[in-house]
């Protein structure tokens, strides 16, 4: 190596060192030490000298946490050691039973113990693999065995280290915490979302949870996650100290932030005062959002003796659960939304009130039986959560503050939208706009159309449709299939290559299988898993619409609700119009994973266990479904097989106590592909 270089590759050094402390300082301690104009200089400097040098660029450098190619799907992971869930206790009394139920494992030893108290994160989970101290793998909590390799998002997030700091780091060890949205960083998103026309998210939970799942890593480096870190353990299940407290201790040392609050305390009578002051004090001054503590034995020896109950959670640790954040307001009036099919649905409009940290202007009044239960007036003072920390819900009045002015409220006998009549079926809960074209379902419709879960029309945001819906060029879910690149470009914010993407995208959707397309109709009661489920069992558009309401409700899973639903949707003439007009258009109205009617399964319960070599559970469900069985949970009698993989547990030894039969996931493949062996030799015969 040349004189320059040497120096070149020593400069490369200093300086990730450097920007590493540097966002150490910035993201973890909260103290900077270098102005933002001084981190930039000193990055791009550092960007210039690897982008000259290639060989120098590091998978530690601060340059590599934004910019890998997008991903078309996150691989699957298997965690160290199975993560575990905690069991909750909600008030003092369960705090004080828990600590019972641990006394009568190990005696007096706990209160030599003590506890660790530290802040319940409300965030996503994530396991971080470090190898020698570098970080490796990052992946979600999944279902505690396995996760979703989400590495290339988690290396995005300023504050996880992507080298551990000091020394004496295990040679394997997956360090264990939650990635969250600060309030104020949340705030700044859903604000920019409603400038770009988009719909905003509802919390910041499921924002960092999303945030984590997006293929594309510079989108997840754009979003302001944090992380806490609160475990860490070798692949052995040991832990890297000798309590919960220096664990903690030696986490902040290697540079994983480690949330804020926590405390040791000797007695659960202080565990109690502790939470009681974070509820009611410190839970409203912090940035994010907790829904409780976590109190856990402190030594990590007593840990151990203590065990897992159940195999899913430790009996050293608990959830302290809180209550819910409340506050009074008035409510001012109750509006009505219309949705997707036609369900009209009432909602608070109240006086601004500070409620768990967020501004609460709108609630949730669920139906009309609930209102009238709960005797809700317009203008009455009324007590307002956030149920789960999350959704604003109005959860009374306050009848002793009424002056004589509120007024009772009924459901409006016209749509508040179209004008048109205004029905209610039977025992249902639920009022309908019986307009099919009614103005407020034809958005929230078209919107629910093209959402990913449905016909999964990329670029087809909420905004787009209210334009096209504002242009006339659309009027139902048919009318997207014809529109043309000239109508596109001719609206704001239409570019020529955004608009030729975005017809693509509708041509694409053109190929969803039947499923999706019946699920995006929005007929009344009919989910995701239902619409599965009759798609499956009719292979056709057609062969459903000719099934009986009877005939339809004898479909599993389904029942009469459903099926009655079903069958007045498709005796609606306008409902056959659209049909058509999709079928013009040529939109795939078959299921390609249809049931076989002569299945090799047919009549077959099955259940699976443990890990099998090649099929996810999911795989392996759709399999004994397409060969006519069906999947259940638990193991019983009646029972046809069960199929078992690695650490199969309970359920095997469940099976061979009632002498079910037990197979193997190579068997199983023999077994549903039978039928189409059968059906070929028969057709090699004749």
């Not at 000193?42 to 590599?64: C, G, K, M, V």
């Not at 505690?144 to 992507?162: C, K, Q, W």
């Not at 020394?167 to 770009?196: Q, T």
């Not at 009719?538 to 609700?561: C, K, N, P, T, W």
């Amino acid at each position: 190596m040349s004189a320059v270089e040497s120096a070149t590759s020593e400069r490369a050094e200093a300086l990730r060192a450097l920007l590493t402390r540097a966002q150490h300082e910035y993201y973890v301690l909260d103290r900077p030490a270098l102005s933002d104009q001084e981190y930039d200089q000193l990055f791009r400097e550092l960007q210039a000298i690897e982008n000259a040098y290639p060989a120098l660029r590091t998978d530690d450098s601060p340059t590599q946490r934004v910019g890998a190619p997008i991903q078309s799907g996150f691989p699957s992971h298997r965690h160290l050691v199975r993560m575990m869930s905690l069991d909750n206790a909600f008030d003092q009394a369960e705090l004080e039973a828990w600590e019972q139920s641990i006394e009568r494992v190990v005696g007096a030893a706990v209160h030599e113990s003590g506890y660790t108290v530290e802040l319940k994160i409300d965030g996503a989970a994530v396991a971080l693999t470090y190898r020698d101290g570098l970080l490796v793998t990052a992946a979600t909590r999944g279902d505690g065995t396995e996760g979703e390799d989400v590495t290339r998002n988690v290396r995005t997030i300023r504050g996880v280290p992507l080298r551990l700091m000091g020394s004496g780091h295990p040679p394997l060890m997956e360090i264990r915490g939650e990635v969250y949205l600060p309030f104020a960083g949340f705030e700044r998103m859903n604000e920019a979302r409603v400038a770009a026309g988009e719909p905003v998210y509802v919390n910041p939970r499921n924002a960092a949870a999303g945030s984590m799942r997006q293929l594309d890593p510079a989108i997840t480096a754009q979003r302001p996650l944090r992380f806490f870190g609160y475990a860490a353990v070798l692949p052995d299940g040991s832990v890297p100290a000798s309590s919960q407290w220096a664990l903690l201790e030696t986490l902040g040392a290697w540079g994983v932030p480690v949330a804020p609050h926590r405390a040791r305390c000797r007695t659960i009578a202080e565990v109690a005062t502790w939470a009681n002051t974070v509820e009611h004090e410190t839970r409203a001054a912090l940035g994010f959002a907790i829904d409780g503590g976590v109190v856990k034995v402190n030594d990590v020896a007593l840990q151990d003796e203590l065990g897992v109950r159940n195999d899913r959670t430790p009996r050293w640790a608990v959830a302290r659960k809180f209550a819910p954040d409340m506050a009074v307001t008035r409510l001012a009036r109750i509006d009505v939304n219309v949705g997707r099919t036609g369900v009209l649905t009432p909602f608070a409009v109240l006086e601004p009130v500070e409620v768990g940290g967020a501004t609460v202007t709108f609630a949730s009044l669920h139906n009309a039986d609930q209102i009238a239960a709960k005797d809700l007036r317009e203008g009455d003072w009324v007590q307002v959560v956030r149920a789960g920390d999350v959704i604003p819900y109005v959860l009374g009045p306050v009848p002793e503050r009424r002056d004589g002015h509120e007024r009772p409220w009924h459901m409006p006998a016209a749509c508040p939208r179209c004008d048109a009549p205004v029905v209610r079926d039977g025992e249902d809960v639920a009022s309908y706009c019986t307009n099919v074209a009614c103005p407020g379902r034809q958005l929230e419709g078209l919107v629910h159309f093209a959402s990913k879960d449905a016909m999964d029309i990329d670029g087809l945001s909420y905004a787009r449709i209210q334009q096209l819906l504002a242009a006339g060029y659309v009027r139902d879910a048919a009318d997207l299939f014809a529109v043309t690149v000239e109508q596109l470009v001719g609206l704001e914010r239409f570019g020529r290559k955004s608009a030729e993407n975005l017809v693509a995208a509708i041509a694409a959707a053109k190929q969803q299988p039947l499923s999706r397309l019946l699920f995006g109709l929005g007929i009344r009661h009919v989910g995701a898993q239902a619409a599965q489920l009759l798609a499956r069992q009719y292979g056709s558009l057609d062969a459903m619409m000719a099934a009986s309401a009877a005939q339809l409700g004898e479909v599993r899973g389904v029942g009469h609700i459903i099926a009655d639903s079903v069958a007045s949707y498709f005796a609606d003439p306008n409902v056959v119009a659209l049909l058509n007009k999709l079928r013009a258009h040529g939109l795939r109205l078959d299921e390609p994973n249809a049931i076989q009617a002569d299945g090799p399964l047919t009549g077959a319960t099955v259940v699976l266990t443990g890990t099998l070599p090649t099929l996810s559970r999911g795989e392996a469900t759709a399999l004994v479904e397409k060969a006519g069985g069906r999947v259940t949970s638990s193991v019983s009698r009646k029972t046809t097989f069960v199929v078992a993989g690695d650490e199969a547990g309970s359920k095997l030894d469940k099976a061979r106590e009632l002498g079910v039969e037990v197979i193997d996931e190579a068997e199983l493949r023999r077994r549903t592909s039978a039928a189409s062996t059968d059906r070929h030799a028969a057709d090699d015969l004749t």
